[in-house]
């Protein structure tokens, strides 16, 4: 009896567990990625804990134009396709989509999940996402177009679970993160931008143009920052 009592609660615990991470990260990775972290919780650690990540920021610049000319359905059925292009490229490439902020997106990679070539990954992710959203804006009128923004960064960070025991979120924090978000801050129309930390880990695929010393906010010293222009 005892045995059976213990093979019940094993299996409660498991489905506990599947469910936790279904809530947790079904929304925001492919179900790919969902199902390989119920096959193997150990891998990870909701608790938090500091790990190198690349982050990547995506911003959308003229929507407050689009509304001014687009009755409010058509608006949102407009922005979830240009969305739908890029979550398309961060899961194509394992990314993690942690947030939507406003008319932004935050995603990382290398949680939570382990990926040796996460900097390669995320500047995949960015060029997809840029040649989606100019295809997607083949096909519409002129006027609908918008332009992105794009930032990355590379470096540590911590990862894991936040918010409170109701509602929480995995996300990454820190300094890598803040200075991710700014440096998408500076990105001009469809332009993306990578910091130093992530070009070393990239430089061997990729053409850049290295730009002036980037200055942002709450860092003394500037920015060694290059646009990415396309593959080697």
């Known amino acids: 009896m005892a045995l059976v009592i213990d093979d019940r609660t094993d299996i409660k615990r498991a489905k506990a567990e599947t469910k936790e991470i279904r809530d947790i990260f079904g929304r925001y990775v492919h179900p790919s990625v969902v199902n390989r972290l119920i096959a193997d919780p150990q891998a990870l650690n909701l608790g938090g804990e500091t790990r190198e990540i690349t982050v990547l920021f995506a911003d959308i610049r003229g929507s407050t134009r689009l509304g001014e000319i687009t009755p409010p359905e058509q608006m949102m059925n407009l922005l979830n396709g240009y969305w739908e292009k890029v979550v398309e490229a961060i899961w194509n490439q394992g990314g993690t989509i942690t947030a939507f902020l406003g008319d932004g997106l935050m995603a990382i990679f290398n949680a939570p999940l382990a990926q040796e070539d996460h900097a390669l990954r995320a500047v995949r992710a ?107």
């Open 126 to 232: 960015a060029l997809g996402m840029r040649e989606g959203v100019l295809a997607y804006q083949r096909n519409i009128l002129p006027e609908l177009h918008v332009a992105f923004g794009f930032g990355l960064n590379t470096g540590q960070a911590v990862v894991g679970n936040l918010g409170s025991g109701r509602m929480q979120n995995y996300t990454a924090i820190g300094d890598t993160v803040n200075v991710g978000e700014r440096i998408q801050g500076k990105a001009l129309d469809n332009d993306i931008l990578i910091n130093h930390t992530t070009f070393l880990q990239v430089r061997q695929y990729v053409r850049v143009e290295k730009l002036a010393p980037l200055y942002v906010k709450n860092k003394t010293e500037p920015l060694d920052v290059f646009r990415l222009k396309g593959w080697l």
